[in-house]
């Protein structure tokens, strides 16, 4: 890792943690929660052990977890 990458690194953490609380206070009785997968970055090696640290923060905690991969085109509205 280079210094910007650690600093890369930890704030996608901290975005992890944070989001992670958010799902556990509005959802903390939900019997299941879906979340949409993020992308897997394609650099190396390093930035793969950081994205499945990522996963495991955002989901710590969770009873019963979902990750869904979309498209990139989804749009989801009060309509649909």
């Known amino acids: 890792y280079t210094l910007v990458e650690d600093l890369q690194v930890r704030n996608k953490m ?3 943690a944070r989001l992670n609380q958010t ?40 009873y019963r977890c979902i990750l869904v991969k979309g498209g990139g085109r989804e749009v989801i509205t009060i309509f649909s």
Do not use: M, W
């Not at 939900?30 to 090696?45: H, S």
């Open 23 to 62: 799902i556990l206070e509005r959802s903390r009785n939900a019997q299941l929660v879906l979340i949409n997968l993020p992308k897997v970055p394609r650099t190396n090696v390093n930035a793969d052990y950081a994205y499945i640290e990522f996963v495991d923060q955002l989901c710590a905690g969770i």
């Open 14 to 16: 901290h975005s992890a």
